[in-house]
C-alpha cells in the first residue's frame, strides 16, 4: 500500500467519478474517492471491498470541506500524484432565464469547485515536484448547444483554466490536461437541474426547450458507459506526458472535427437550422 | 441618419465604451453610456455636453444597480435598439497566487454581468421583435496563457454565452455576437487587479510574472489605438445580420488562425518561445 501512487477524486458517487474510482484503485493506485454526501457511498463501497479505496466527504462548493479533505489525504497518505476534478452537473435552460443564484450555483461546483481544490492541491504537488490534475471538461467546452449554454459555458471556461494552468505548472513538473467526453450513459441528464422558470411553466422558451429536452433525452445507442471515460483517466494519468486535450466519444471526436473545418457562416448556418427545428417540432 | 436609434453601453466612461459613445453619438444614435464611480465619470459628462449621449450610473455587478438603469432607458425610450456589453476588468496573476475572491470577482463583472444586462434588455427586445446584443470578448478566449488565466476563462465562457444567446434569441428577431479584440490602448492595464498574493515574497511563481508583466508592458506599449475598435464595433452595429465574430486587427487574426490551425502540441511549443516560463525550477 504504501508505494502506491495517491489518487484524489471528486464526485464519485456515480457515473464517470464512481468508475474512475474503481478503475483506478484496479490498476494499483490508492484511490480517495470523494463524494458530496456519504449517505451515497453505499454502492461504491460494496464495488470497491477489498481495494485500496477509501472515501472521504467533499462538497467542492465549500471551502472548509475541501481543505478538510485534502487535509485528510495528505494525512492518510502523505502525498498526493493525482487529482481528477470530476463533480459537476448541468443546468437546463434558456441563457435569458436563469436567475442569479441559478447562474452562481452552476458555477459555484463547475467552476469556482474545480478551482477550489485545484488550489488546495497545487502547493502539494509543487512541494513533490510531480504530480498530474485531470480536468473532466466537455465537449460542451468546445461547442455550444441550445438550452445548456449556461452549462457549455462553465465548460468552456475549464478549457481556458486548464490550457492556462498546464503551463503555469509545467515549471514545477506538474501536468495538466482536460477530458472531453461528448454524450456519456450516467445519471448525469436525470440530475440535471431545470432552471425554475421553465419548470414553473413560465418560460418565454417553454415549448423550444421542451422540443429539446425531448431530442436531448432519447438515450443514443452509440453513447458510451462512463468506464470508456474512466480508461481515458487512466490512460492519461498513467503515461509519461499528458496531451492537452483527450476526447471520449465519437461525438466529441468528430463534432469538433467536423466544426475545425467549417467557415463560420457555415457553422452558424447549421446551427440555425438545427436549433429551427426545436421551435418548429 | 439612424437618429432614433437608442444604444446602451456599460462601462462608457473610460477606454473602448468611452470612444463607442462618441463615435455612435456623432453618428446619430442616442447613447446611453454608464458609469458606475462619479468621480471617474468626467469624460462622460464632457462628451454629454454636447452629443446626444446621457451618462447612466450602473454597477454591473449588482441586479438592482442593472434593473434601475435600463429601467431608466426603457422608460424614456421606449427600446434600446443595441445594447454594447462592454464593462470588463482583468484580473492578473498565476492561478496559485488568486484568491477566491479575486477569481469571484472576475467572473462577477465580466460573465455574470453580461447575462445580468441581457436578462434586462431581452424582454423588450422579444417584445418589439428586434434588436441587438454585442459582447466584448477577447482575443484571449481563444489562446490562454499564464497570468491571464482567470481573465481567460471569463472571456472563453462568454464566446459559449454568444453563441448560446444568439441561438436562442434569433426567433424573435434579436441578433446577437461578439467581437474578441487583442492588445489596445485603454486604461485597461491601469485597471488591472493583482491577485491576492502576486506580490508576495513567498509567491512561488514571482520571477515568472515578473517577466510576463515586462512583456505584456512592451506589448501594450505598441498596442493598436481604439479607433480599430471603434470601426469594427460600428461595422458591427451596422451589419444586418452580424457576423457570427468580429475580430479587430491583423495580429488578431494570426493569432486566431495559428491557434485554429495548429495542434497543441506546437501551439504550446510556440507559446514557450515566446514566454520564458517552460523552464524547470
Ligand atoms: N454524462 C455526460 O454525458 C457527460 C458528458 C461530458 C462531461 N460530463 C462531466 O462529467 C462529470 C461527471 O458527470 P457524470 O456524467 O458522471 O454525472 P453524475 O453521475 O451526475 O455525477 C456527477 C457527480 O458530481 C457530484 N457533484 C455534484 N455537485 C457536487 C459538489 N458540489 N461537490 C461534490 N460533488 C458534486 C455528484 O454528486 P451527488 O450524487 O451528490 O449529486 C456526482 O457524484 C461532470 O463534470 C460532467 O459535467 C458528463
Ligand atoms: N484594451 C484591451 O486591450 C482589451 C482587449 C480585449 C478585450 N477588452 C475588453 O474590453 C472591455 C472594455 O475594456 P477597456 O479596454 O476599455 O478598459 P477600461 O478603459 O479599463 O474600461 C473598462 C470599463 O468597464 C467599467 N467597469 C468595470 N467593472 C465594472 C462594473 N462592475 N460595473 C460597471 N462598469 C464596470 C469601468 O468602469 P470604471 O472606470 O469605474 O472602473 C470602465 O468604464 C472589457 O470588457 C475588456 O475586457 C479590452
Known sequence: MENKPVALITGCSTGIGFETALLLARRGWRVFATLRDVKKSGPLRKASAGMPLEILPLDVDRTASVRRAVAGVVRKAGRIDALVNNAGWGAFGALEEFSDAEIRAQYETNVFGLLRVTREVLPILRRQKAGKVVHIGSLAGQMTFAGIGLYCSTKYAVEAITESLRLEARPFNIQVAVVEPGSIKTPFKVNRRKAVAFVEGRSAYQKTLQAILAFGDNPSALAPGPVRVAQTVARALESRRMAARYRVGLDAVLFPLVRWFMPDFLYDFALRRMYARFRKA | ?281
Open chain 2, 1 to 281: 441618419m439612424e437618429s432614433n436609434q437608442v444604444v446602451l453601453i456599460t462601462g462608457a466612461n473610460s477606454g473602448f465604451g468611452l470612444a463607442c459613445a462618441k463615435a455612435l453619438a456623432e453618428r446619430g444614435f442616442r447613447v446611453y453610456g454608464t458609469y458606475r464611480n462619479p468621480r471617474k465619470a468626467g469624460p462622460l459628462r464632457d462628451l454629454a455636453a454636447g452629443l446626444p449621449v446621457f451618462p447612466v450610473l450602473m454597477d454591473v455587478n449588482r441586479t438592482a444597480s442593472v434593473e434601475k438603469g435600463v429601467g431608466r432607458v426603457l422608460k424614456r425610450e421606449g427600446k434600446i435598439d443595441v445594447l454594447l456589453n462592454n464593462a470588463g476588468f482583468v484580473v492578473a496573476g498565476f492561478w496559485e497566487d488568486l484568491s477566491e475572491e479575486d477569481t469571484l470577482a472576475q467572473f462577477e463583472t465580466n460573465v455574470f454581468g453580461v447575462l445580468r444586462l441581457a436578462r434586462a434588455v431581452l424582454p423588450s427586445m422579444r417584445k418589439r421583435g428586434s434588436g441587438k446584443i454585442i459582447n466584448i470578448g477577447s482575443i484571449a478566449a481563444f489562446a490562454a496563457t499564464p497570468v491571464l488565466g482567470a481573465y481567460s476563462a471569463t472571456k472563453s465562457a462568454v464566446n459559449s454565452i454568444t453563441e448560446a444567446l444568439r441561438m436562442e434569441t434569433r426567433e424573435w428577431g434579436v441578433d446577437v455576437t461578439e467581437i474578441n479584440p487583442g492588445e489596445i490602448q485603454t486604461n485597461v492595464v491601469e485597471n488591472t487587479r493583482l491577485g491576492r498574493d502576486v506580490r508576495s515574497k513567498s509567491s512561488p511563481y514571482r520571477a515568472f510574472t515578473e517577466s510576463f508583466e515586462r512583456f505584456a508592458q512592451e506589448r501594450f506599449r505598441h498596442a493598436a489605438p481604439v479607433g480599430k475598435l471603434v470601426q469594427t464595433v460600428l461595422k458591427a452595429v451596422g451589419d444586418h445580420p452580424t457576423k457570427r465574430r468580429y475580430l479587430v486587427k491583423f495580429e488578431d487574426r494570426i493569432l486566431y488562425w495559428m491557434r485554429w490551425l495548429m495542434p497543441d502540441a506546437v501551439w504550446e511549443w510556440a507559446l514557450g518561445l515566446t514566454f520564458p516560463w517552460s523552464k524547470r525550477v
